[in-house]
């Protein structure tokens, strides 16, 4: 066999033996979701000092998000709900009994967020993963405050509180207020499309008369809530198909 011959035959086997190799993954761009949740009072009108629990009120939270790398992603969040506080579901410290203040309000908040994967698992198949996010929105109020149960007996001519009860009614009540969230979450991956998380989120409102009281409560103090919410997260992505250097056998 001449040299020729030779070369052509060796060049035929390496070509046969000789083939790219694909990978497929699945990259998603964006991501929606949607949970219940419970919303938290968490101001004058309670001793207990994470938050009115006997009084959470309902609420629903949406959200669609832009993923830009496995750690971080921007969503746009909507939660509507509402917030309620009542002294009168506490004994101690009794005067709470006869002051009697209450408020309740619906609440609707918008809010883009940062969302922090620290295990870099946005895009993982399965399994846990941690999260953290917080960012900056609108919250919008309508305030009905309750002082109709207080009994200024209890309290003696002496005291003050009607007074600083005429202070708060002239002060007019917000409608909306800028408010800042901030929380953690964590995920439970079912698949490449689908998650279940669970996450409580603290809000900044900036204002003392989100329960409609200040100056005759506590003034020095303001007022915020936070939620506790699980819900469902859907992933949107396309297959890529990304080629691998060529591998000779």
Known sequence: MSVTQISL?????????????FAQIKSAKFEIGAGLAG????????????GSFATTRPGVVISAAKIFSESFLV???LSVGGLRG???????????????????TPL???????VWNPLRKINAG???????????????????????GFDAAYFGDGSDIPDRLVQDEQHPLPKFRLVMPVGAGIRYHLSDRIAVNAESSYRFPFTDYLDGFSRAANPEQKDHYHS?????IYRIGNKTNLACPVIKY
Do not use: C, H, W
């Not at 009168?88 to 408020?103: I, L, N, Q, S, V």
């Not at 609707?108 to 940062?114: K, N, T």
């Open 228 to 232: 506790l919410m699980i819900g469902a």
């Open 86 to 104: 009542d002294e009168t579901k506490y004994d101690k410290p009794e005067y709470r009994k006869f002051r009697a203040f209450k408020f309740r």
């Open 39 to 50: 919303f938290v009072y968490q101001g004058d009108l309670t001793p207990n000092p994470v």
């Open 9 to 21: 035959l060796v060049f035929f086997l390496v070509k046969s033996t000789t083939a790219p190799v």
């Open 75 to 77: 969503r746009a969040s």
């Open 108 to 114: 609707m908040e918008i809010s883009p967020q940062i």
């Open 126 to 148: 399965k399994g846990f993963s941690p999260y953290l996010f917080a960012g900056a929105g609108l919250t919008f109020m309508n305030i009905k405050r309750d002082y109709s």
